[in-house]
Each structure stands twice: as C-alpha cells, then as structure tokens.
C-alpha cells in the first residue's frame, strides 16, 4: 500500500495577498454584463449543506461531475472522475486496477469516498469499497473540511456519488466497448414506471467489464449490478430503495518502482513502465461486495419535512501480492521482495435523520436541519505481511521471498513461500453524532449559515498472532463548527467568505497515552459568477487548510506534534462559448507543507504540485455535419517532489497530457464514439513517495450505445 504521509507543516509564505487581486479581476471582468443567478449549467445538490441547494448560492467550494461528463470522456475507473476540475490530485499513484487513489487540496482522501451521503469504509489496507462510475448520476465534491455533516472526515474534502435512481419516463440505453489492453464492456441502463404506475418506479443498471491492467500480466474482471425502486407511498411520503452487487476479480497491479531506474537514469537505462515487479502468476485479487440501503423523504406538513438515508454494505476481500522491498537493496539490478496476503470481510452500517424546517417572513427565508447519524463497521481479516512479521522482542522488520532483476524479470524462478505468521484482526468502530445547521437568506441579497456537530466516536482492533493477543484503539469526543457568509449580486459575481472545522481519529498509544483526533480547519474565500447572457458559471476560491496533532517521529516514539498545512487558489469554470461550443476549463495553485520529525519542518509534501490546469473543449458540429460532435482536452500537472524523508535525490518532472473524443449519432437511437486519452503516449512518472510510480499510458476506447 502507498506510504501516505499525515504530518502537516507551517507554511512560510501566506496566500492571503492573492484574495483581493483575483475577487478584484473577476469582479471587474463580469460587471459590465446584466446577470443572474440560474442558467442550465448550474447544479442543486445537497452534498454540501444536506440540503437541495443551488452550488451558486452556497459558500463553499464545490465541483459537479455529471453523467453525461463522465460518459463524454468514457470514464471507466473512478479516480478519474475529477481530471478535469480544480483542487484534485487524479491518480497519484498511477493507473491501480485495485483502488481509487484521490488528492483533494494536498491531503489524501483515502477516507472521503461517500455515496448517497453515507460513507463508503476504506480501511483495514486493502478493504476499501470500490465505486463503479457506471453505476452514478454525478459525483460531488466538497471541498475542504465538512465534519459538521459528515463526522470524521479528511480535511482535504467529501466525494459523493450520487446513485443512478428511477425515472418517471421509460429510458433505456444498452452500450458496449472495446479497446486497447483487451478491454472489453457491455452495460445495460434500464428505467421507468413499473406496469404504467405514476407511483411505482424502477431502475436496473448492469455493467460486465475486462481488460489488462497497467503491468504486464495484470487484469481485472468487474460485474457489476444495481437495481432500485422508488415508492410514492402518499403524496407526502416516497422510498427510494437502492442495492448494489460487485465482484472484482483478477491480478492487481503492484505499481510500486524504485527511483532507481524511473525518476534516475542507470547504466542500464530506465524501468520499463510496464515491467511487473510483482509475481503475475501468483498475484490474485478476489472481492466480492454489496449493499442495500433507501432513501426515505416525508413532508411533515408546510414547514417540515422529515429525510433519512440509511445502508447496510458487505465486503470480502482475498488479496495475495508480491511487492518490491526499498529498505533491503541487494544489487545494481536486482531488488528484493515481499509478500501481502490479506484475507477477510466487513458489515458496515450507515443511517443519517434529518428534520428540515422551513420559513418565510416578507424580506427572510430560513432553513433549519437537525440531524442525527449513526455509522457502524466490523472488520475482522488476517493480515500477513513481510513488513508486520514479528521477531521475539515484538519488533517490525522485513521477512524477503526473493530477488528479482528488475530490468529483465524471470518469474519462473519464483517458488511460492511459506506465509508468514499472520496477524488476526477484529476491528469495531462506531460513531454517532448529532448537528443542527441554519442558512439564513435575507432580502434575496445575503445567505447566512452556521452549523455546529458533536461526535462521540470509538474504535478497537483486537489483533494477535503466535506471540500473543494485544489491541489497540480511540474512545473520543469532539465538536466541529463551521459558518458562512455570501453576497448574491445583482451583477452575477457573489463573493462569500467560510470557515469549517474537520477531525479524524488516530489508533494507538504515545508517549503521552492514547492519541487524540488529528484536527483540521479552513478558512476559504471565493466568488461565484453566473452571467445572464452566458449560459455556464466560474468560480474562484483561495483557501487555508491547517491539521495539527499530526504524528511525527522523535528517535523511538512518535509524539502527536505534527502539523500539515495546504494554501492555494482554484478556477473553475464550464460555459458554453457558442449554442455549439461549451468549455470546461481549472487552474490549480497549491502549496502543502508537513512535519516529519523534529529536524525536518515545513517540508513540501509529495505528490502535490503547485500548479495544475486543465481544459476540455466540446464542440457540435450540428450546421455542418449534423450527429457528429468532437471533444479535445488537456492536461498539465506541474513538477512535485518525493517524501522529505524517503533518500530520493530530485524533483518528479511535469507533465502535459492530451485526451480527445469523437460522437456520431447514426440514428436517432444510435451513437458511436471513440476515445484516446494521452494521446501521444506520454511516459512520466506521476509522484513519488519511497516508491516511484509511473502514469497511465494511452487509452482506446471505442463505444456503440443504443438508446430508447
């Protein structure tokens, strides 16, 4: 598993001088235009405030990938849903067939996946719930800390899929594809009123996907099913119910590379970005997950209404891989290598209770939520890992299988080795939290908002191997708050000002006892711009993330000291320049800085660039080929650099990556297209933590969909 730093730094230089030059130029630019606050483009979601919300009215920070985005540029692997937004990090660690890896304003989101607003586990090293893009109507992003909705929760955001569901009018729509690397895709999206019924709905989405993973010999097979039902039960009261079945089955790829051979030359030149370090004929990945879950929405009568989410979700995981070992270097070609073998399985719950209150005097409109959310994980799995075999003084050390050349890899000498004295875990976690929000709206010119949540959250991991039995874990409480401020213009350009508060638990014992949550805070300060007579929308938003409590090492113990801290500034903008051109266009400028120890302060972080940008062009050629449309994007992620204390000498180098797209409606029920991302095959490394790993190569995807 990537080696993920938590620690946070100091930053030395503020962005704070960049908040009035860009509100000055964006104010300036959209002044002059007569505008308004709605127009096609612009999106109501509930995600950021648990309340249906117009994104152009909320003082937050928000990105909205649509169904239609995703099926534009033909995205078949979840992390790279946001490739074309501000404030993400897509991939970080290459193209894993395994897992989803995201970055949101330098901080990892390894804890921010949610769906239908109730979190997806990823926990335990390697029991993360895999999203099936197939499957989703859009996916939101939250950006920044939102502990006051969601509880614990990264500071760096929330990613929230929100589920394909049943539509009134019958729809449906059968794809398939094919492509580069064997891939190979057929998927069915079928709804509508069930036997002519107003009040009775369905939706079945199904999806069969498989293909070659990145390294050679990899692979991974997915089916893939989601039915739903919608219920109007009263005029007053209806019930979304919506499950989920997925299996993932095939070789992982085990993207792990030294530095030697792939940011450094050697005299034996560089790593292939294909070769497999790993053991593809005994590497296997099994898992096995599904869900079931409703969505219940009562109005109580004009002023209330009464909303509850709630799902059960199962996992099983098998995972056995042969990974590169950095600390043991044997030789100038050869590395050595361990072994992960993971095997077990989590029941999750997750219910969230909402009470919304709404009320109007003749210059006010409020809107009151209290809520109350409960979730629930139990996760018991054996865990053997050359890095976590134990000598008899109870100490970690790496237990090598072998050796390989990694310049050119013979597995035929591999011999499958004993395991290792595994270690049993039992992990319970549970939270419960209660929160109370109000958004205030005066004179259709201020929007107010306050909100505060208290969480009581506890967790223990019960764990032993032949040594003995011992555990581990948090019992804690905490408060989170956050308020808002923005100004509607009559103009269009509506600045707003925020703060919010995030924690996340920390398992294990220090110096001082046990740990306490890791705690984060942002202020943010943006606009939001909506032209009348333009049909789209720019936002612009400067923040400051701090997390302290973070652990940082000091000789033989880890003191909870540390801190990380993220300043920048996003763009963001999608509009249409013509009724046949529209354009999605993000600029990124981050700067996170991290504690490692007590001799390294205010160290960069990996993996994050200062600056990232992205745009994608899409363009009907309705007037002069009518059916055909085309669509051209790319994307520049600047120069990062390894861990401060990983010993890798150098910057990762940028890189410039070009995606395109061409559509043909045959028919009226027809349509074929085709896809190529990285278009000239661009071979870069995409960051480096100790390991190195390279980006994605090209991608050919070409699809045939009919429609009814």
Not at 225 to 238: N, Y
Not at 458 to 485: C, H, I, N, W
Not at 514 to 533: C, F, I, S
Not at 628 to 657: F, H, K, N, Q
Request: aromatic letters at 12%; proline letters at 5%.
């Amino acid at each position: 598993m990537p080696r993920l730093p938590f620690a946070r730094r100091p930053l030395a230089r503020s962005i704070s001088s960049l908040i009035p030059v860009t509100v000055a130029i964006f104010c300036a630019s959209a002044y002059a235009q007569e505008t308004s606050t709605s127009n096609d483009t612009v999106v109501v979601t509930a995600t950021a405030l648990k309340v249906a919300t117009p994104e152009v009215e909320t003082p937050r920070a928000i990105s909205t990938v649509s169904s239609e985005d995703l099926e534009t540029r033909a995205v078949n692997t979840y992390d790279e849903t946001f490739q074309y937004r501000s404030g993400v990090v897509s991939q970080p660690y290459g193209d894993d067939n395994n897992a989803d890896w995201f970055f949101l304003r330098g901080f990892s989101a390894e804890n921010s996946t949610y769906q239908d607003g109730l979190r997806l586990f990823r926990t335990g090293g390697y029991f993360w719930w895999m999203s099936e893009p197939f499957g989703v109507e859009r996916v939101d992003l939250l950006k920044g800390p939102a502990s006051i909705l969601y509880g614990e929760a990264p500071p760096g955001g929330v990613i929230n899929a929100i589920s394909k569901r049943p539509t009134r009018e019958p729809q449906g729509t059968l794809e398939i594809e094919a492509g580069n690397q064997d891939h190979r895709q057929v998927g069915l999206d079928v709804s509508g009123p069930v036997a002519e019924r107003d009040d009775i709905r369905y939706r079945m989405v199904g999806l069969y996907r498989d293909g070659e993973g990145e390294l050679e010999g990899s692979n991974k097979e997915r089916y893939y099913f989601a039915p739903s039902l919608a219920v109007d039960f009263s005029d007053d009261t209806t019930v979304t119910f919506l499950a989920s079945v997925q299996r993932d089955e095939g070789v992982p790829t085990t993207g792990f590379f030294p530095a030697y051979g792939t940011l450094n030359n050697t005299p034996f030149g560089k790593i292939d970005r294909d070769t497999n370090l790993g053991q593809p004929d005994f590497d296997h990945v099994d898992q096995r997950q599904y869900s079931l879950g409703y969505e219940l929405e009562h109005r109580i009568n004009d002023t209330w209404e009464f909303q509850q989410n709630a799902r059960y979700s199962h996992l099983d995981l098998e995972l056995r891989t042969v990974y590169q070992d950095l600390t043991a270097p044997i030789g100038p070609r050869s590395i050595s290598r361990g072994l992960i073998d993971r095997d077990g399985n989590y029941d999750a719950f997750n219910i969230d209770n909402r009470f919304i209150a709404r009320t109007y005097t003749d210059n006010t409109e409020n809107t009151l939520l209290l809520g109350a959310g409960y979730q629930e994980l139990n996760l018991d799995y054996s865990d053997g890992d050359s890095f976590r075999a134990q000598k008899g003084d109870g100490d970690l050390y790496f237990q090598s299988i072998d050796t390989l050349d990694i310049f050119n890899p013979d597995y035929s000498a591999f011999r499958t080795p004993s395991l290792m004295d595994p270690t049993y875990h039992e992990l319970d976690s549970s939270q419960f939290g209660l929160y109370v929000q109000d958004q205030l709206r005066v004179a259709d010119k201020w929007v107010f908002l306050a909100g505060a949540r208290y969480d009581i959250v506890e967790s223990t991991d019960e764990f032993s191997d032949s040594s003995g039995r011992s555990s581990e874990g948090y019992d804690d409480e905490q408060l989170s708050l956050t308020a808002g401020v923005m100004y509607l213009g009559d103009n269009g350009v509506s600045p707003y000002l925020s703060y919010s508060e995030s924690f996340t638990p920390v398992a294990g014992i220090g110096q001082n006892g046990a740990y306490e949550p890791q705690e984060g805070r942002q202020m943010e300060a943006g606009l939001k711009v909506t032209p009348r007579n333009f049909d789209g929308y720019l936002t612009v938003a400067a923040f400051d993330v701090e997390e302290d409590k973070t652990l940082i090492s000091n000789g033989a113990v880890q003191e909870q000291v540390g801190e990380r801290r993220s300043q920048g500034v996003e763009v963001e903008g999608v509009g249409y320049l013509t009724d046949n051109l529209k354009l999605t266009a993000s600029y990124t400028y981050t700067d996170t800085r991290y504690d490692v120890s007590d001799t390294q302060q205010d160290e960069r972080a990996p993996f994050v660039p200062y600056h990232m940008a992205s745009a994608w062009l899409d363009y009907d050629l309705a007037s002069t080929a009518p059916g055909l449309s085309v669509g051209a994007g790319v994307r520049y992620m600047g120069e990062t650099v390894p861990s401060a204390d990983s010993g890798i000498g150098g910057e990762v180098p940028s890189a410039t990556l070009y995606d395109a797209m061409a559509s043909y409606d045959i028919n009226d029920s027809w349509t074929a297209q085709l896809n190529v991302n990285n278009i000239n095959d661009e071979e870069y490394v995409s960051g480096c933590d100790f390991y190195c790993y390279y980006g994605a190569s090209r991608s050919v995807i070409g699809s045939l969909k009919y429609s009814w």
